[in-house]
């Protein structure tokens, strides 16, 4: 009974990142009861949403899906898929006549957790390398599926200056305007936290002819249903 199911929360900020999601539910409704919740664009409301889903009922884990940027260096092309293994703050600091100043250069951490500090860099769950090789393979070589550090900002980088910039600042693969904030409301109700993103575009000067939002999140979605099925199946 779904009851008896653990409880999973899956967060995206639009619609349009969601509703691939939505036709994923009868692969996993023998294996958990699903929230998802869509949080709006953005730090503020991925935190918010996020904090007051988590505050409501306890879940098994979370996952944040959606689409991303690639950034340069990064080897990803739109279509492929990231999963993330850490989350970077990558515009959180001060612009100082030396160069960007980050939260740890700082020493302000964005939040303290069980007596931890953490500044830029946020701790998400890593998926077992078992569940990395099984999204792998559902790609069948038709895109690329990686796993590494994303980086959040609140400024998308909309030329090929900003996006090199975001990449050496935060040394991430690709950007997201949520995954660092809904991650930190995961952390402080001790939730594990996963995020699947698909590849949508290239971070820098926008060309919008060549971004494949919805492939990207049709992508996305496939990855993370499997991601739950397989976590949750190792208890």
């Avoid at 779904?2 to 692969?27: K, N």
């Avoid at 505050?55 to 899906?65: C, D, E, G, N, R």
């Avoid at 500044?119 to 559902?138: C, G, M, Q």
Wanted: proline share 5%; hydrophobic share 50%; with cysteine.
């Amino acid at each position: 009974m779904t009851e008896d199911l653990p409880s999973v929360l899956v967060l995206a900020a639009v619609e349009a990142e969601l509703e691939p999601f939505r036709r994923q539910l009868e692969l996993l409704a023998s294996v958990c009861a699903q929230r998802l919740v869509l949080t709006g664009a953005g730090k503020t409301g991925a935190a918010i949403v996020a904090t007051r889903a988590l505050s409501k009922a306890p879940f098994a884990l979370a996952v944040q899906i959606g689409v991303a940027g690639a950034l340069p260096g990064s080897r990803l092309e739109p279509g492929d898929v990231v999963v993330a293994t850490s989350e970077f703050l990558a515009d959180e600091g001060v612009e100082a006549p030396t160069g960007f100043l980050d939260l740890l250069a700082l020493g302000l951490p964005s939040a303290v957790i069980g007596g931890r500090a953490v500044h830029n860099e946020v701790p998400l769950s890593i998926p077992a390398p078992a569940t990395l090789s099984a999204i792998e393979a559902s790609a069948a070589g038709t895109y690329a599926v990686r796993a590494g550090r994303l980086a959040t900002v609140s400024t998308g980088s909309g030329t090929d200056s900003r996006a090199l910039e975001i990449a050496t600042r935060s040394s991430a693969l690709a950007e997201t305007m949520e995954g660092a904030a809904a991650a930190l409301a995961a952390l402080h109700h001790g939730v594990p936290f996963f995020e699947v993103r698909g590849i949508s575009n290239r971070a820098g000067d926008r060309d919008r002819g060549s971004w494949v939002i919805e492939t990207a999140a049709d992508r996305a979605a496939e990855a993370a249903s499997l991601l739950v099925r397989l976590e949750l199946s190792r208890g």
